[in-house]
C-alpha cells in the first residue's frame, strides 16, 4: 500500500504557485549572478624571497640537506604555476640568487644550484639576465675557486659565443688559470685564455702567455706541454705572416 503511494507520480498542477514563481525566481537570480561574474584568469605569482637559512634547519628538524633538495625542485618549477607557465626571463633574478645562495647554505657540497644557473637561468634569451647569472658564478668562483671552477668555464663559454663579449671572456678566463690550483683545474680550461687572445687577435700576448708557463716550470704534463709548444710555434708562424703582410 504504502509502496504504490510513493511510487505514484504528483502531477505538476499539484504543486503551489508560489513555490513555482520561487523556483523561476531563484533560478533567473543564479543566472544573472553568473552572468555578471568576470572570467576567471590565472596570475602570475611573484617569487618570494627566502626564509634564512637557519630557518630551513629549524623547519626541517635538523635536515638541512633534505630540505635544500625539496628548495631546488621547488624553485625550478616555480615558473610552472596554475593555469599558466612563465618565462625564466620574467623572474627576478635578484630572488633567484637569494634562493640559490641560501640553497648553497643548506647543502654546501651540492652542484644543482650552480647547474641550474649555469644551463637554466643562465640560457635565457635576455642578456641583462644572463650577465647577472654569469655574474653570481663568477662570485662563488672566487669564493671557492676549486670547488666552482668547471662553472666559470661555462660562463668563459657564455660571454664569447653568447653575449660576445670578448673583455668579460678573457676576465673569467684570467681568473680560472690564476686563481683555481693547477691540480684541481685541468689544462684545457686553463688554456682557454689562450684561445681567447687568438681570437681578440692578441696575438703576441698569446706567446708571451704560452712563453712563460713553457719556462715557468709550472706544467709538468707531457702531453701538455707538448700542446704549449705546438701553440707557441702556431702564434710565431701568425706573427710572421702578419709581419710580411705589413712589410708588402
Known amino acids: 500500500m504504502f509502496r504504490r503511494y510513493f511510487d505514484r507520480d504528483r502531477p505538476f498542477g499539484d504543486v503551489p504557485l508560489a513555490v513555482t514563481i520561487m523556483l523561476v525566481l531563484a533560478l533567473m537570480a543564479q543566472l544573472i549572478w553568473h552572468g555578471s561574474q568576470a572570467p576567471i584568469t590565472a596570475r602570475a605569482e611573484d617569487l618570494p624571497q627566502p626564509l634564512s637559512p637557519g630557518a630551513y634547519i629549524i623547519g626541517s628538524l635538523g635536515e638541512p640537506i633534505a630540505t635544500a633538495k625539496v628548495l631546488n625542485l621547488w624553485l625550478q618549477a616555480f615558473d610552472n604555476q596554475p593555469g599558466l607557465s612563465l618565462p625564466l626571463h620574467s623572474l627576478d633574478y635578484s630572488v633567484v640568487i637569494e634562493w640559490l645562495d641560501t640553497i648553497l647554505e643548506l647543502d654546501p ?45 661555462h660562463a668563459v663559454i657564455v660571454a664569447r659565443h653568447e653575449l660576445k663579449d670578448m ?6 678566463a684570467n681568473a680560472l688559470a690564476d686563481k683555481a690550483a693547477v691540480s684541481a683545474v685541468p689544462y684545457w680550461a686553463k688554456d682557454m685564455r689562450i684561445m681567447l687572445l687568438e681570437d681578440m687577435d692578441q696575438v703576441e700576448a698569446a706567446k708571451a702567455l704560452v712563453g712563460g708557463l713553457i719556462v715557468s716550470g709550472e706544467v709538468t704534463d707531457p702531453h701538455e706541454l707538448d700542446f704549449l709548444k705546438m701553440k707557441l710555434a702556431e702564434l710565431e708562424d701568425r706573427m710572421t705572416k702578419s709581419r710580411r703582410d705589413v712589410d708588402k
Open 109 to 153: 657540497d651540492g652542484h644543482y644550484p650552480m647547474l641550474v644557473a649555469a644551463r637554466v637561468y643562465g640560457s635565457v634569451s635576455d642578456r641583462v639576465r644572463q650577465r647577472e647569472m654569469m655574474a653570481f658564478i663568477f662570485d662563488k668562483f672566487n669564493q671557492e675557486p676549486e670547488k666552482h671552477w668547471r662553472w666559470l668555464a
Open 167 to 172: 673583455p668579460l671572456a678573457l676576465k673569467y
